[in-house]
């Protein structure tokens, strides 16, 4: 029999695996050096052309290997922080991960084959080639191979056993490339700022300033949004309202124009619609009208409904989730893809919710001829389905509110997305008065659909409106001018800078969240409530560093042409696109290497000719703005 | 007055409702004698006459002897409610307003444009609806990101040729009329204007735009555009005061 090794990203994932491929009789064997790794010994058939094999089931615990600078280049003061554009780097195996390494080298010298089961995204490519390297130090002449699967269902995962496939070694290139990018960057302007800061204040000695190329467009963000609340100024508007009663119904006519900023116009425009005495109708359109089921459910939207719905920030969501995942609960929550592939049977998992108290009856309604095929997005990253729940599970085999909050939201999406649109009857009454249009809209809910499963949508109908006829004049019961005032935009809330991260092109939307967390630790950033109990938001606030800071690079870089901002998100979307050229095969890990490393370089060099302007921003802020 | 004089005055009336002055076209005929010579079409002067007039300021090329072809002088008068206007009046644009939008997003966005965000692949999302379907971002976004264009209605100060000034309104969305499309010093033809409580009411069939422009005040309001809306900001952030001191409100919490 066949010795084969098996290696999966994390512990959970590997005994899950083991667990269904053993049939649930399998031998633990803890390994030397580390307490989470075991490997699970078992036999199994792979089908042609293994057969019945001998399985060591093991894992790894994310990544396996650290690319660092050479030694005489780590000291925060051994070389000019320019020179780490170009220092030589190496890759080794993390100090912590030596255990692990040598248990796959050691349990490679007695396999024919290694099979890969790290997820299946780009970083578990990545890791994937890393696995494979320890495994040639044991045996040079191992066969590898890939398990690619989504979930760890029972028969999801026998049936990727089956199927074997090859690493993606662009997506591992990629990969790689983003590692040396965010080395080499991270640690040139990180030791830049902070050594040229540090003596400023005490302040900004007790911590180094950190630098990452997507913290700080992230932070830009925040700040951005920050000024224009503070800057923002206040100004009158006017407007005309029209009310007109009929059959007891005070209908309200809404300005064409809404408002404007001009009193005088204003006053001259409503002279002339009460010198017509008479308003027209002049359209009744009544049409049916429908609010959408939700799209299936991605990465980003799960952190931002998930933040919004379930108050949670989204790093807690995904963490929530990838447990989910770990126990064969959900399918993997990293994900791009909006569309459901047509080979999966929806109404299988439709059907799996059965037995739940409070969604169980719906689903039944949905298999009895209420199921309808969802609707497909525009994102494929042809990698993983969107997020779905795999089976059905109990509340009680939830181990906190958080997991059955965050696993009640799959479900319901999910059966959303299998339901039909909710249906209504909206009615728009559209009329010229003197010069001007006013419309009113009506709306009625004749069908609420996914609107009973997926509680987090609002769709309610408004006051009826009594019968016009086209063409038909009336006078209005009351015309007159009304007067607001313009107010500032909020300050940025986590689901909307994730929405702003994603429309921006930074960040992957597994990534995301990891960001946001980090500038909060790094205290570029604090969180605030905004109102109170049920409808209270969480609001990102910069604190006075990470002004200075967003506001020293923006002035580093004005008044040239072709320099964009660190703090934008520019740069780092340009990265994230070559990085899918590397994916795409259009472009090779050097190629990207060199051209994203110039673009840094090029800001890294301003930055230290103008590093007063940096300079200056921190005393601003940190320094004069602390004393008064 | 010669013949290629009396035909291109003639043109420039009966097609562009323009009465240009005698001194002006004088002088336009003797910068021109070298055409003149060379046999040039009367057809083509023309057409260069006028592109000098829309360029010129109307004041220094048109006649103001018909009463009917300029602004009366009282129209400013608050208290009459309607009149009409059956003209034509040229006119000449000396400002122009987007009065359907906040001073504050006006500069907000000429600070976008200074900070390259109009360029293409420069653009930066601001503001995403959190909530709604995620294929109606980019339709959401579009609105606070345009650098240039104006979707008013405007506010216009127009001048005739004897240098009478009033307001126009753009009662109905005429398409020429945006900020940025209309530069300052652009000609237009009032016909059947009606005027109320002193102001004119821009519609597509009373107003025509002829195009053109004063380059030197074009370019000096340009510059001065952003220090302007921000100087009625502050203004009116006076005024505000000064209504809440005067009624001897809360103006001392401030």
């Known amino acids: ?628 | 007055m010669s013949t290629s004089q009396t035909q291109i005055a003639a043109q420039l009336q009966s097609t562009k409702s323009l009465s240009v002055s005698r001194s002006w076209l004088d002088t336009f005929i003797a910068s021109s004698s070298a055409s003149l010579q060379r046999n040039v079409p009367i057809s083509a002067l023309t057409q260069t006459a006028l592109f000098r007039v829309l360029s010129s300021d109307f004041r220094d090329t048109l006649t103001t002897t018909d009463p009917s072809s300029v602004l009366p002088v009282d129209i400013f008068d608050p208290t009459v409610k309607e009149r009409r206007l059956s003209g034509p009046i040229p006119v000449q644009v000396l400002d122009i307003e987007d009065i359907g939008s906040s001073l504050w997003s006006q500069v907000e966005a000429i600070e976008r444009v200074e900070r390259g965000e109009a360029i293409r692949g420069r653009e930066i999302v601001r503001t995403v609806n959190v909530g709604e379907d995620s294929e109606d971002w980019t339709s959401n976004n579009n609105n606070n990101n345009a650098g240039s264009g104006s979707n008013g209605p405007h506010r216009l100060i127009l001048q005739d040729a004897a240098g009478t000034r009033t307001v126009g309104i753009e009662l109905r969305r005429i398409g020429d009329i945006s900020i940025g499309k209309l530069p300052i010093g652009a000609k237009m033809i009032l016909r059947n204007a009606t005027v109320a409580r002193g102001m004119v009411l821009l519609t597509p069939d009373c107003a025509t735009v002829l195009g053109g422009k004063i380059e030197s005040m074009d370019r000096a309001w340009k510059e001065g555009r952003k220090a302007r809306l921000l100087a009625r900001i502050d203004e009116m952030a006076r005024e505000e005061r000064q209504m809440s001191g005067s009624r001897g409100g809360d103006a001392m919490d401030e």
């Open chain 1, 1 to 628: 029999m066949s010795r084969i090794l098996c290696v999966a990203e994390k512990p959970a994932i590997a005994k899950a695996v083991a667990q269904h491929l053993s049939g649930g009789s399998f031998q633990t064997v803890p390994i030397r050096g580390s307490p989470y790794v075991k490997n699970y010994l078992f036999d199994f058939n792979f089908g042609n052309p293994w057969g019945t094999c001998s399985v060591t089931m093991t894992s790894v615990i994310g990544h396996l290997t650290a690319l660092d600078f050479e030694s005489n280049y780590r000291g925060w003061t051994s070389c000019p922080p320019g020179a780490l554009f170009e220092a030589p780097v190496q890759e080794s195996v993390a100090h912590d991960k030596k255990a692990v390494a040598r248990n796959i080298a050691e349990q490679a010298a007695r396999s024919k084959a290694l099979f890969i089961w790290t997820d299946c995204d780009r970083e578990g490519e990545h890791i994937g080639t890393e696995v494979r390297k320890e495994a040639r130090r044991g045996n040079a002449r191992i066969l590898v191979k890939r398990a690619k699967f989504s979930n760890t269902e029972r028969a999801h995962v026998l049936q990727a056993a089956r199927a074997l496939i090859e690493l993606d070694e662009l997506q591992a290139n990629a990969v790689a490339a983003r590692i040396e990018l965010d080395l080499r960057i991270g640690a040139a302007f990180t030791r830049l700022q902070t050594l040229q800061l540090q003596n400023l204040s005490p302040i900004l000695a007790e911590q180094p300033i950190s630098y990452g190329s997507c913290q700080f467009p992230t932070l830009g963000f925040v700040v951005d949004r920050y000024l224009r609340v503070k800057n923002f100024k206040r100004e009158k508007f006017w407007g005309i309202k029209v009310m007109y009663t009929r059959d007891d119904i005070k209908v309200n006519f809404l300005w064409r124009r809404v408002h404007l900023f001009d009193r005088a116009a204003v006053t001259i425009m409503l002279e002339r619609c009460l010198a017509a005495k008479k308003a027209k109708v002049v359209k009744v359109n009544q049409k049916p009208t429908s609010k959408w089921r939700p799209l299936p459910l991605t990465t980003v939207d799960l952190q931002m409904m998930g933040s919004r719905y379930l108050r949670m920030d989204s790093q807690k969501i995904m963490k929530i989730a990838e447990g989910l995942y770990t126990k064969g609960f959900i399918s993997y929550p990293r994900t791009e893809t909006d569309q459901f592939d047509k080979a999966i049977d929806l109404k299988k998992l439709v059907e799996k919710q059965f037995p739940d108290n409070n969604w169980g009856q719906y689903a039944r309604d949905l298999i009895n001829g209420k199921f309808r095929t969802p609707r497909s997005g525009r994102h494929n990253d042809r990698a993983h389905p969107p997020i779905h729940p795999v089976c059905w599970v109990a509340p009680s085999s939830l181990p906190t509110a958080d997991d059955r909050k965050v696993y009640e939201f799959v479900v319901r999406r999910f059966l959303a997305c299998c339901s039909e649109d909710a249906k209504g009857q909206s009615t728009e009454i559209e009329i010229q008065y003197g010069d001007e249009f006013f419309h009113a809209n009506g709306l009625i809910v004749l069908e609420r659909n996914y609107l009973d499963v997926y509680v987090y949508d609002k769709w309610e109908s408004s006051q009826q409106l009594p019968k016009f006829e086209p063409g038909e004049m009336f006078e209005p019961t009351e015309a007159k001018i009304f007067d607001g005032k313009t107010s500032p935009p909020n300050y940025l809330t986590e689901p909307e800078l994730i929405g702003l991260m994603d429309a921006n092109g930074i960040g992957t939307d597994a990534t995301m969240a990891e960001h946001i967390a980090k500038i909060k630790d790094r205290q570029y950033v604090a969180t605030r409530n905004r109102g109170s109990g049920r409808s209270s938001v969480q609001e990102l606030i910069p604190t006075q560093l990470g002004i200075a800071l967003v506001e020293g690079y923006d002035n580093v870089v004005t008044g040239l042409p072709d320099s964009p901002s660190l703090s934008k998100p520019f740069l780092r979307k340009e990265m994230e696109l070559r990085m899918r050229e590397i994916c795409a095969g259009t472009k090779t890990r050097q190629q990207v290497v060199f051209e994203s490393l110039d673009m840094y370089r090029e800001v890294f060099i301003h930055t230290q000719r103008r590093i007063n302007m940096l300079k200056d921003a921190c005393r601003k802020y940190l320094i004069e703005g602390a004393m008064s």
